[in-house]
């Protein structure tokens, strides 16, 4: 009697928690790893410990044989993981979720199924309209993993390849000084009774703050200059010590540059990187001095640099050298690789845990971020304004 008065169902009588968790294990992801195709490009996005904590979550992972191995990690190694190998490029592309470093060509775009969610680099200054235009006919949901941003406010990926690109400069400079053509023969290191090398590091933010602590940690002289002086602040504080620091006035940055060793350029724009050493500073530079340019990617902010390959990275112009490789980060594809791999994989568990990315981007602003193509329609008005395509606000489409 007792239970036919009972104003429940049996359903409804279930403990919330056990109805969450039922939910949470439909979110089963099945993840392509292609092998990078892009010149000079030899990261992947996870690493073998990353694929393993993912199996283990009963996840899958289905890896193209030797996309691991320019960065270190043989198949064996993700095999031993969980992940499964093939030597069939299409069949990984036909995976529902792909993880690549470079942004898909339109060929890897036309060998994925319908609705596909790619995560990558965008690159946007080096994209076509064709590329799109492809996306939206295969109704992709897209991310680009430079636009993702954490709970600090702060783009989690950029900012990892901006400490190795800012620690990579400082250690280039110091093989550049002995091994390059016209090098001036100085070692990068405080010896006793030796002056220290003098550097000058022109920019404040991610990329300097970390150049100016391997600098120092190898015993130079550092002098950072910056339009900021919040940015100058923050560099003293993270540095924890004092430094010379000046806002970007050519009367101080000639002076130092005239007397540096080396000069590490790390200042970003919106569209380009602004010119602030000219063709004239370069030329009152030392003989054999070494010019790292960091931002070469955005045009530079020496004016005589010229982009450069890892192949062949340098080249002399008023007997100063000149170091323009635009992609840093890729020279270390291993260190480069597990830093990736560390900020994916949690992303990738919640995005499971939370029912699928459709959930995440609802719930994850920093996600939802990333997004700049949602099943066949573009989502990001930096990419509307650049190619002058329509677009369509995400918030109108998930909500």
Not at 200 to 223: D, E, M, P, W, Y
Not at 245 to 261: E, F, G, H, V, W
Request: net charge positive; aromatic share 8%.
């Amino acid at each position: 009697m007792a239970k036919s008065m009972s104003p429940f169902t049996k359903a409804q009588l279930l403990p919330q928690e056990e109805t969450l968790e039922i939910t949470r294990q439909k979110g089963e992801l099945f993840i392509g790893l292609p092998k990078e195709t892009y010149f000079q490009e030899k990261r992947i996005c996870l690493t073998p410990d990353a694929v393993g904590a993912i199996v283990a979550h009963g996840h899958r992972v289905l890896l193209e044989s030797g996309a691991g191995l320019a960065a270190g990690f043989a198949d064996t190694d993700y095999s031993e993981a969980g992940a499964q190998i093939t030597k069939d490029t299409k069949k990984v592309f036909e995976c529902p979720i792909i993880l690549k470093v470079e942004p898909p060509t339109i060929g890897e775009v036309e060998l994925m199924k319908p609705k596909t969610v790619i995560i990558s680099a965008l690159q946007l200054k080096t994209q076509q309209k064709s590329y799109f235009q492809a996306l939206a006919k295969k109704k992709i949901t897209a991310l680009a993993f430079e636009f993702i941003k954490d709970e600090d406010h702060s783009y989690p990926v950029v900012k990892a390849l901006s400490e190795i690109a800012g620690t990579a400069s400082v250690l280039i400079a110091a093989e550049l000084m002995v091994n390059a053509e016209k090098g001036n023969g100085l070692l990068f290191g405080n010896i006793s009774g030796v002056p220290p090398i003098e550097v000058v590091v022109i920019g404040a933010g991610t990329v300097g703050q970390f150049a100016v602590r391997s600098a120092l940690g190898l015993g130079a002289n550092v002098k950072v200059f910056d339009s900021s002086i919040t940015k100058l602040r923050n560099l003293q504080t993270n540095v924890g010590r004092p430094l010379y620091t000046s806002t970007i006035q050519p009367k101080n940055l000639i002076k130092a540059l005239r007397r540096c060793d080396v000069a590490i350029g790390a200042v970003r724009g919106t569209n380009r990187s602004p010119i602030v050493v000219h063709k004239t500073m370069v030329e009152n530079m030392k003989r054999g001095a070494v010019i790292i340019d960091v931002s070469v990617d955005m045009g530079g902010c020496f004016e005589t640099t010229e982009m450069t390959s890892h192949d062949k990275p340098t080249h002399i112009k008023y007997d100063v050298i000149h170091y323009g490789v635009p992609n840093i980060p890729a020279r270390y594809p291993k260190t480069a690789s597990i830093s990736i791999s560390n900020i994916f994989t949690p992303y990738l568990l919640d995005i499971a845990e939370g029912g699928g990315l459709e959930n995440a981007i609802r719930f994850d602003n920093g996600l939802r971020n990333g997004l700049y193509f949602y099943r066949g329609i573009l989502t990001n008005k930096a990419v509307s304004d650049w190619f002058d395509m329509s677009y369509s606000d995400i918030n109108l489409l998930i909500f």
